[in-house]
T-cell receptor, first 113, second 116 residues
């Protein structure tokens, strides 16, 4: 079994400030890790994913995440946020490619002017 | 690209009626599709995994007779909520993968179901 914990349910920040959204996971086997973004009343869009190789993963919209195996974490970061980054962000894991995703509880990022 | 289209985006139905939600992969063949349910301010909960040409695999606690899933072709899966009740009101989202070795799931836009 695997699980995902997003430590912050809400993160308010000011525009152009840096942000980090935290994600920890537990699994008895190797996993693939994902971050998705969801805008109101819409589906999910993939921001980035870690499958193997370099632990620093760069995604769309200026986001990046770092896989830390010893701490079982996959925190999402952006050096300077925009108002348009306001959305719900979900961390997710899967055991193998194409398999079911297990999602965290989500983090609502609110960027204020 | 890889586009997944869900229809309808919003539906309101009366208690006791059935509602069908379609999930289509527009530019790829989806061997596997997933159906999720999302309550307000909560995460996505997997309801079932649908493979083309075979019966869907339901998660524990999901009533298969209430949530009928059909995956008749490589581009279409449908979720039918039968005898809907107000507690079935939710946001339903589908996703699709291109094949067993594919690492990315592509999501539909979601369907907001309201049962009155």
């Amino acid at each position: 079994a695997q699980s995902v914990t997003q430590l912050d349910s809400q993160v308010p920040v000011f525009e152009e400030a840096p942000v980090e959204l935290r994600c920890n996971y537990s699994s008895s086997v190797s996993v693939y890790l994902f971050w998705y973004v969801q805008y109101p009343n819409q589906g999910l869009q993939l921001l980035l994913k870690y499958l193997s190789g370099s632990t620093l993963v760069k995604g769309i919209n200026g986001f990046e995440a770092e896989f830390n195996k010893s701490q079982t974490s996959f925190h999402l970061r952006k050096p300077s946020v925009h108002i348009s980054d306001t959305a719900e962000y979900f961390c997710a894991v899967s055991q193998t490619s194409g398999s079911r995703l297990t999602f965290g509880e989500g983090t609502q990022l609110t960027v204020n002017p | 690209g890889a586009v997944v289209s869900q229809h309808p985006s919003r539906v309101i139905c009366k208690s006791g009626t059935s509602v069908k939600i379609e999930c289509r992969s527009l530019d790829f063949q989806a061997t596997t599709m997933f159906w999720y349910r999302q309550f307000p301010k909560q995460s996505l909960m997997l309801m079932a995994t649908s493979n083309e040409g075979s019966k869907a695999t339901y998660e524990q606690g999901v009533e298969k007779d209430k949530f009928l899933i059909n995956h008749a072709s490589l581009t279409l899966s449908t979720l039918t909520v039968t005898s809907a009740h107000p507690e079935d009101s939710s946001f339903y989202i589908c996703s699709a993968t291109k094949g067993p070795m594919n690492t990315e799931a592509f999501f539909g836009q979601g369907t907001r179901l309201t049962v009155v």
